[in-house]
């Protein structure tokens, strides 16, 4: 059976997750991190694709983003992965595939959950038990949004200007909800769609991108539908 397309849209917000092959390590040193770090710059500039927020775990990479062409998404992560493979095998004198498969994707509902998606993904060292606090981990964007360092990766969602009128307003606010985290409904919500390629957000939204791709992408219950009373 054909695989479905993967969803990408111009000009929405995109969840990217992107693992190595059965869980393995893709990063082993902050030399591989940052051979990754500058791919990422260098091909966002070439295909026009906005980096919101990225994190650079062990064995996966976190990204949030928008393409000024639906195409974009599959040529940057195409030649990220080439570029990157080619270099760490040479590195760690290995040979072989490194990714699992093609990347997942998700289209994400910026308006009602763009800030919640950022910070998903700057939230995944926090998970993983690589540090206490998201600022703590070097290789995402969390030092950026809370203005610990300017990061010429990022270009910064709508939704990131709207926690503030002023830098220190959006940086307070930004660490905030970090410590808060992202509900667990909202958290399931995301990472349901990147698991299943579908979109994320509001009914009217998901209604929205199914009339825009001309197919359902709502995901249905398994299981039998419940009986009727009566």
Known sequence: MARAPRLALAGELHYLLQRGHSRQRVFEDDHDREAYRAM??????????AIH????????????????EAGALGRLMQSIGRRYVGAFN????????LWQGRFRAAVIDGAALGHDATLQVELQPVSAGLVATAGEWAWSSAAHHLGQRRD??????????????TPFEREHSHAHRLHEGVTATVAADIERA???????????????????????????????PPRRAG
């Open 40 to 49: 990422l710059r260098e091909g966002a500039a070439q295909y026009r694709v």
């Open 53 to 68: 927020a990225y994190a650079m775990l062990d064995s996966e990479v976190h990204l949030l983003v928008t393409p000024t």
């Open 90 to 97: 040479r590195r760690h004198n290995r040979s072989g595939t």
């Open 152 to 165: 010429p990766v990022i270009t910064e969602h709508t939704s990131y200007w709207t926690l503030g009128n």
């Open 194 to 224: 990147v698991r299943q390629g579908g979109p994320a957000g509001t009914s009217l939204f998901v209604g929205r991108i199914e009339d825009q791709v001309g197919r359902p992408l709502r995901v249905k219950r398994r299981g039998r």
